[in-house]
C-alpha cells in the first residue's frame, strides 16, 4: 500500500531494516536464549541516531515525530520484537518529560536520551495496580522542598538498564486520581534499587525489573507538570506511546507472515507447495490483509499525533488493540503454517507467537483500551445532543 511516506521516512526504514537484517538477526536466538540486555545491539542503534527519531532538534534529537518512531520500531520488530522494545519502552519513558517537562528539564534529559547514551523507563504499575492505575500505593510525602517516596513499582521495562526513570507516586491518597503525581527520578539516588529481572515468556531481550523505593529523597524540581497531576502525565503519556506498541506488534505480525509464506512456498506435501493448496494460501491471504489494516491504523493514528491533535485517546486505543490482537492471530497462524517444525525452538516463529503476546497485555491490556474506545464513544454520542 502507499502510505506517501517522505523520502526521509523511506531512509529510516532503510536504514532500521539494515540494523535488523545484519545486526539483530544473528543474535535474536541468543538473546531469547539469555535473556541478557542487547548492549550491543542499543549501541547500533544509538549509532545510527534511532534514539533520537521523535525527540526535537533543540534537545539533540533529529526532528520527527511519533511516525518516525512507528516505522523504526515496526521495522527492528520484524526480525525481534524484544530488542526493538528497548527502542519502544525509552520513548515511552521519555514521552512524558516532552510533554510536562520544564525547559530545564527537557534540556538536562533528553540529550542523552536522544543519543541514546541513556535508556529511560516509565514507573506505574504495581503488583495492586494494574488496569486500576490509579490505585496505586507508592507515596511521595512532601518534606520541605522535598518528597520521600516510598513504595515498589512492578514489571517495568528497562528497569535496571534505564537511566531516566517517569514516576508515578501519590502525594494525596484521599483526592485518588487527582492526587498522583509524576517524578524524574534517576538510576542511583539514594534509596531508589531495582528487584530480580524477570524471567518471562517473550520479549526475553527486554529487561524488566521492580523499581524499590526506600525514603528515596527526591527534590521538587524533579515533578513533571504541577502536584496532584500525575495521573493526566500518566493517560498522555500512553496516549502518545500506545501506537510504539501497535509497531512493535504490527513488525512481530509482519515477520511471521514474512517467514510463513516462504516457507509455504518452500515445503513441498502431496508433491505440490503447500501454498497452492487453498488451506494454506487463504490462511495467508488473512494474515497479509490484516497486518495491513493493523498498519494503516497504526501509521494514521501516529500522524494524527504528530499533527498536534487534543483527542487521540480513541484512535491510540484502536491501534494498540488491533494491531495486538492481530500479532496474536499471525503469528498463531505461521506456527500452523510451519506445522510441526513451527513448534520447534530452531524455527523463528513459536519465538514470534511468543514476543506477540504481550502486546495484548502491556501498556494497558486490551480490554482496558476496549474500554478507553467506549468511554471515547459514549463522551461523542454525548457531545451530538
Ligand atoms: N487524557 C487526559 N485525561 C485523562 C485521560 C486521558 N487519556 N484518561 C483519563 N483522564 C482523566 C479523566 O478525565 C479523569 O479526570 P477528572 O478527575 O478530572 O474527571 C481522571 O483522569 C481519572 O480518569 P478515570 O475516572 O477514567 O480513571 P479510572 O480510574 O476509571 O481509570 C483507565 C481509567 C482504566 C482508562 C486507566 O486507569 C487506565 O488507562 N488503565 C490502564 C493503565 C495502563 O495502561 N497500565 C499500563 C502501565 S504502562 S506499561
Given amino acids: 500500500m502507499e502510505y506517501f511516506l517522505t523520502d526521509e521516512q523511506k531512509m529510516i526504514i532503510e536504514l532500521a531494516h539494515k540494523i535488523a537484517v545484519e545486526k539483530i538477526a544473528p543474535v535474536t536466538e541468543k538473546y531469547d536464549e539469555s535473556g541478557e540486555f542487547p548492549w550491543d545491539i542499543v549501541k547500533v542503534m544509538s549509532d545510527a541516531d534511532l534514539f533520537g527519531l521523535y525527540i526535537p532538534e533543540?534537545?539533540?534529537?533529529?526532528?520527527?515525530?511519533?511516525?518516525?518512531?512507528?516505522?523504526?520500531?515496526?521495522?527492528?520488530?520484524?526480525?525481534?520484537?524484544?530488542?526493538?522494545?528497548?527502542?519502544?519502552?525509552?520513548?515511552?519513558?521519555?514521552?512524558?518529560?516532552?510533554?510536562?517537562?520544564?525547559?530545564?528539564?527537557?534540556?538536562?534529559?533528553?540529550?542523552?536520551?536522544?543519543?541514546?547514551?541513556?535508556?529511560?523507563?516509565?514507573?506505574?504499575?504495581?503488583?495492586?495496580?494494574?488496569?486500576?492505575?490509579?490505585?496505586?500505593?507508592?507515596?511521595?510525602?512532601?518534606?520541605?522542598?522535598?518528597?520521600?517516596?516510598?513504595?515498589?513499582?512492578?514489571?517495568?521495562?528497562?528497569?535496571?538498564?534505564?537511566?531516566?526513570?517517569?514516576?508515578?507516586?501519590?502525594?494525596?491518597?484521599?483526592?485518588?486520581?487527582?492526587?498522583?503525581?509524576?517524578?524524574?527520578?534517576?538510576?542511583?539516588?539514594?534509596?531508589?534499587?531495582?528487584?530480580?529481572?524477570?524471567?518471562?515468556?517473550?520479549?526475553?531481550?527486554?529487561?524488566?525489573?521492580?523499581?524499590?523505593?526506600?525514603?528515596?529523597?527526591?527534590?521538587?524540581?524533579?515533578?513533571?507538570?504541577?502536584?496532584?497531576?500525575?495521573?493526566?502525565?500518566?493517560?498522555?503519556?500512553?496516549?502518545?506511546?500506545?501506537?510504539?506498541?501497535?509497531?512493535?506488534?504490527?513488525?512481530?505480525?509482519?515477520?511471521?507472515?514474512?517467514k510463513a509464506i516462504e516457507y509455504a512456498r518452500q515445503r513441498v506435501q502431496f508433491g505440490k507447495p503447500i501454498i497452492s493448496f487453498q488451506a494454506v494460501s487463504h490462511m495467508l491471504a488473512d494474515m497479509a490483509t490484516q497486518t495491513e489494516a493493523a498498519r494503516a491504523l497504526v501509521y494514521e493514528c501516529s500522524r494524527l499525533i504528530d499533527s498536534g491533535a487534543k483527542d487521540v485517546s480513541k484512535l491510540s486505543a484502536m491501534a494498540k488493540v488491533f494491531a495486538s490482537d492481530v500479532a496474536m492471530k499471525v503469528t498463531i497462524d505461521a506456527v500452523q503454517v510451519f506445522g510441526g517444525y513451527g513448534y520447534m525452538k530452531e524455527y523463528p516463529v513459536e519465538k514470534m507467537m511468543r514476543d506477540a503476546k504481550i502486546t495484548q497485555i502491556y501498556e494497558g491490556t486490551n480490554q482496558i483500551q476496549r474500554n478507553v474506545i467506549a468511554q471515547e464513544l459514549i463522551k461523542e454520542q454525548a457531545s451530538k445532543k
Wanted: one cysteine or more.
Fill in 58 to 258: 533543540a534537545y539533540g534529537g533529529m526532528g520527527g515525530g511519533v511516525m518516525e518512531l512507528v516505522i523504526a520500531v515496526e521495522e527492528l520488530s520484524r526480525i525481534c520484537g524484544g530488542i526493538s522494545l528497548s527502542l519502544a519502552a525509552t520513548a515511552l519513558g521519555t514521552f512524558p518529560i516532552l510533554l510536562f517537562g520544564t525547559e530545564e528539564q527537557k534540556k538536562k534529559y533528553l540529550p542523552p536520551l536522544a543519543k541514546g547514551t541513556k535508556l529511560a523507563a516509565f514507573g506505574l504499575t504495581e503488583a495492586n495496580a494494574g488496569s486500576d492505575a490509579s490505585g496505586i500505593e507508592t507515596t511521595a510525602k512532601k518534606d520541605g522542598d522535598y518528597y520521600i517516596l516510598n513504595g515498589t513499582k512492578q514489571w517495568i521495562t528497562n528497569g535496571g538498564e534505564a537511566d531516566t526513570y517517569t514516576i508515578i507516586a501519590m502525594t494525596d491518597k484521599k483526592k485518588g486520581a487527582r492526587g498522583a503525581t509524576a517524578f524524574i527520578l534517576e538510576k542511583g539516588m539514594p534509596g531508589f534499587s531495582f528487584g530480580k529481572k524477570e524471567n518471562k515468556m517473550g520479549i526475553r531481550a527486554s529487561a524488566t525489573r521492580e523499581l524499590v523505593f526506600s525514603d528515596c529523597k527526591v527534590h521538587k524540581n524533579q515533578i513533571l507538570g504541577r502536584e496532584g497531576m500525575g495521573f493526566i502525565v500518566a493517560m498522555k503519556t500512553l496516549d502518545q506511546s500506545r501506537p510504539g506498541v501497535a509497531a512493535q506488534a504490527l513488525g512481530i505480525a509482519q515477520g511471521a507472515f514474512d
